[in-house]
């Protein structure tokens, strides 16, 4: 924390969670709002933002079982209503804004009812119900476009733009078919478009984040991670003054 | 499908594909079921598997690293498989991950072997280290208590090194040959309040540590010839540590 305070202690400092788990039926993970209680004590954050997913589920015994991966979550009105619910508490708890962040998923066909539809249908729903806003994930939009055949545009029409407070950029890799949210390359130009499309849409956004694993900033170099800064800026400037 | 039930069901299947009955116990009728079954099919779900299993392993590299990086390959390989494949690598909590992974590696490595020295240093440096910052020493007051019972401190370690430790460590982290394996024994004491986080242990801690296996009153260890300011110091470094006994507990 010492040394975290000497590089950036005059930055605003925003939290971005992946272990809430806030997806999870049969329970989130309350050790994680403890930790970010402490936190705040010890430095106090501009917003946090946590993946709406699951990935713990019932053990034996009562116990919780972690799934390792980050899942989906079916686009029910039972899911809405349960993370609705509980992103409310998350906001009543803390002063600053949550996000919640839009994943990127494989699985094709999940259980769905009818008035909410599809993952943008469950993100609205559950925004309605909370009050949290969105952390729009630029390159899971992307994926989900690629692998699911569905327009990107599209989606980010349907997605409450008035409500994005945090967009994130990333690059991934084609595997098997699919094309991986692996955060180990440099941003596709098709999320680049999409950047420039959602800023001059979103009149709250606060910031945009350029992802990447932490094995692969040392492959790409601080000369490419500098001009991928550089472009999201110059999209950033230009949205901003238009 | 209640949510509880298809989550539980497509987490067992993401996290053992080929697992006995991943449905059982759940409310499922036949249409749930069969669509649930029908997941294996589903590309996007076996992509799904794929992912899970590299993000598990990549924890557990993390977790086991040192130790890895000086296994013959296949050795290293047939690991990480086996840790995945019983469930292993899908705690995000690093501490949890290494602790767990590096016992079940020392389970595997023979003994005497530098790699099980290794599979030991790594974790008690990652233990000790976990606890180095904030670590506050307890006063020694409580020593005079006529109860007073202490354990091993649950940061702290001792290692057997089957070499000069310093050449071997240096040898370890510097990814050199390792000289060969002495059946003579060094033993390495790990704790969070030594600076640097280990140094060779006397001959006397290392019997402290074996007796310490389960919690001795001090008025024991006393008998045993241990001095009220030995005991004290091994406090301060968090070697060892006093138990609470059961009827002082609020």
Known sequence: MDRARQTCASLPMVIHGVELSIGSAHGWNPAYLEMLDAFQAMWPFVWHSEHLGFQTIPGGDGASLEVGVPLPVPPTKEAADLIGGRAAAICRRYQPPFLLENPAYYISDLPCDREIGDDIGLINAIMDRSGCFLLLDLHNVFCNSLNHRIDPLAVIDRAPLDRVVEIHVAGGASRDGFWMDGHNSRVPEPVWELLEYTLSRAPR?????????????????????????????????????? | MALLDYQTA??????????????????????ERSSIEGLQANAGYRFTVGVQRSWCVGRAE????????????????????????????????????????????????????????????????????????????????????????LRRGRHAGLVAFHGEPHAIIEALTQHQALPPVSAAATAILFAPGLEGLWRVA????????????????????????????????????????????????A
């Not at chain 1, 694993?213 to 170099?221: I, K, S, W």
């Not at chain 2, 006393?222 to 006093?242: C, H, K, P, S």
């Open chain 1, 205 to 242: 956004v606060g910031g945009v984040v350029f992802e990447m694993l932490d094995d692969f900033a040392v492959a790409l170099g601080a000369k490419a991670i500098g001009e991928e800064l550089r472009r999201a800026g110059e999209i950033w400037h230009r949205c901003r003054a238009s």
């Open chain 2, 202 to 249: 006397s001959s006397r801690e290392a019997a402290l540590w074996e007796k310490l296996t389960m919690p001795v009153r001090f008025t024991s260890l006393a008998r045993d010839g241990y001095r009220r300011d030995d005991i004290a110091a091994m406090l301060r470094i968090g070697f060892v540590e006093f138990v609470t006994p059961i009827g002082d507990r």
């Open chain 2, 10 to 31: 497509l987490g067992r299947l993401v996290r053992a594909p080929d697992g006995t009955d991943p449905l059982r116990s759940l409310r499922l009728d036949e249409a």
């Open chain 2, 62 to 149: 993390r977790a086991g690293y040192l130790t890895l990086s000086i296994l013959p390959e296949d050795l290293r390989r047939r690991l990480l498989d086996d840790w995945t494949e019983a469930g292993g690598g899908t705690s995000s909590f690093f501490a949890a991950e290494a602790e767990a992974f590096l016992d079940f590696i020392a389970g595997r490595l023979p003994h005497p072997s530098h790699e099980l020295t290794a599979c030991r240093f790594e974790q008690a440096t990652l233990r000790a280290n976990q606890q180095a910052i904030g670590f506050t020493p307890p006063g020694p007051d409580r020593l005079q208590a006529p109860r007073c019972a």
